[in-house]
C-alpha cells in the first residue's frame, strides 16, 4: 500500500523553527519527485517546495531563504526545514510525490498524505 505520513507540525512563535518530515511506504523513492504544498482554510493549496529524484531543489517565491528541503532516501523520507517563521505561514502542510515533476507543479501529484498543522503566532 502507497502511502505518505506526514509528522512535526505544531505551534510555534514567529520567527522561531519548526521541521516537517514525511516518509514515504510502498514506493520506490528514489523514483518519486517529493513536494511539499500549504493551504490556509477557503484558499487552494499552495506549492512551497519541491525536490527531484536527483536532488533539485525548488521554492516558492514565499519561503526562499527561510526553508529547505532535504531527502533521505535511505529513509524514505523528505523534510522542509522551516526558519524565520511567520504568521502567515500558518497552515496545514501536505507532503506530495508523483513521477511527474509537472503534475507536482500544476497542484496535481498522484499521492498525498493526510496533512500537518503549521501555526506561528505573532
Known amino acids: 500500500q502507497m502511502k505518505l505520513e506526514e509528522s512535526g507540525g505544531g505551534s510555534v512563535q514567529a520567527g522561531g523553527s519548526l521541521s516537517l518530515s514525511c516518509t514515504a511506504a510502498g514506493f520506490t523513492f528514489s523514483n518519486l519527485i517529493m513536494g511539499w504544498y500549504h493551504q490556509v482554510p477557503g484558499n487552494e493549496c499552495e506549492l512551497v517546495s519541491t525536490?527531484?529524484?536527483?536532488?533539485?531543489?525548488r521554492y516558492g517565491d514565499i519561503v526562499k531563504g527561510r526553508f529547505t528541503i532535504s531527502r533521505d532516501t535511505g529513509k524514505n523520507t523528505v523534510h522542509l526545514q522551516m526558519n524565520a517563521l511567520k504568521p502567515e505561514d500558518t497552515a496545514m502542510y501536505y507532503c506530495?510525490?508523483?513521477?511527474?515533476?509537472?503534475?507536482?507543479?500544476?497542484?496535481?501529484?498522484?499521492?498525498w498524505g493526510q496533512g500537518t498543522q503549521v501555526t506561528v503566532s505573532s
Open positions: 506530495a510525490a508523483d513521477l511527474s515533476i509537472l503534475e507536482i507543479f500544476l497542484g496535481k501529484p498522484k499521492y
Open positions: 525536490i527531484t529524484s536527483d536532488g533539485i531543489r
